[in-house]
């Protein structure tokens, strides 16, 4: 019965929030074999219970061989794992609460031995090789094809079991931000070169996932300036850029940008108040 905002219902097209309090996504690492078990249910349920409005579970790797990065980190393919996460939506929706899986992809932050084939390298939009080895892949076309269908799969199995959308993880580095980031982005295709031409690779993946999914589910989309590989990183320097950057991925889909700080209360840009969020909105 509060008059504060925080506590309001929310409404964006087909996504009815009970309260604006949003769990933001944090890799617990509890998921033996990639399946979520009773152990998670019973977690997100208690935050539905306890009045969260929407959920955002934590990083769950996409179907691709080199999605994974860490031991013990949920899928979101296979049966098993998708039947898990059923029982994760049935729990939270029973509390009145709404939940998106957050779809992860941990490009060349994947090291060599990880789950689920210790013989796959990390993933990347350039190669790296250290001593004869190669410690990430710089992916080819058909590589690039494959990662932006297995968003696509996963974003339509989350429709199918029930979520209330998706998150697509394009921020701290991981692989979406791998191309944005000049750093770590050399190619010299058309997934490379300017800014524009580094976020080819996240549009078509947001149109691929919006196709799969049709225009009424919701699609949000985090990024970030920082990495973590380098907090100080910044991918755009002005409003006018961040804007010229925000077009295409929205025009590409997204309903929603989650923006990442790290700082909330930190000015994004010198002569205004307003954080990160504030200029996307
Ligand atoms: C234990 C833990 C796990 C996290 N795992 C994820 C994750 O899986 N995906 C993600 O996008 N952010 C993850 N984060 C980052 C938080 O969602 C959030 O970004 C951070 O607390 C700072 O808030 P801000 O980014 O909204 O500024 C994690 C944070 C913590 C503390």
């Keep these: 019965m509060s008059s504060n905002p925080l506590f309001q219902p929310f409404t964006l097209g087909a996504l009815e929030l009970p309260s604006r309090v949003v769990m933001a996504p944090m890799t617990r690492t509890f998921c033996p074999g990639g399946v979520p078990h009773a ?44 039947a898990g996460w059923k029982q994760v939506v049935d729990a939270v929706h029973a509390e009145g609460g709404r939940i998106v899986p957050q779809l992860w992809h941990v490009g060349m932050v994947r090291r060599l031995g990880t789950e689920p084939d210790a013989n796959v390298p990390g993933y990347g939009p350039s190669e790296k090789v250290k001593d004869g080895q190669v410690l990430v892949h710089g992916m080819t076309r058909d590589d690039i094809r494959e990662v932006i269908a297995a968003f696509a799969q996963a974003a339509r199995d989350a429709k199918a079991i029930g979520m209330d959308g998706v998150e697509i993880h394009g921020a701290h580095g991981y692989l979406i931000d791998q191309f944005f980031w000049d750093s770590s982005n050399r190619r010299s295709d058309e997934y490379g070169g300017d800014l524009a031409a580094r976020s080819r690779f996240a549009i078509e993946l947001i149109q691929a996932v919006r196709a799969a999914v049709g225009p009424d589910f919701p699609i949000i989309f985090r990024f970030s300036q920082w990495k973590q590989q380098d907090y100080s990183a910044r991918l755009v320097e002005t409003p006018q850029a961040l804007a010229a950057f925000l077009e295409p991925l929205s025009a590409a889909g997204v309903d929603i940008f989650h923006c990442s700080t790290r700082r909330f209360w930190e000015p994004e840009f010198e002569g205004s108040e307003l954080n990160l969020a504030g200029w996307t909105r």
């Design 39 to 82: 152990g998670v249910v019973e977690y997100y349920r208690r935050r539905a219970a306890a009045g969260v409005g929407l959920i955002i579970t934590e990083g769950t790797t996409v179907g691709h061989r080199a999605a994974n990065g860490y031991p013990n980190v949920p899928r979101f393919h296979g049966e098993d794992a998708l």
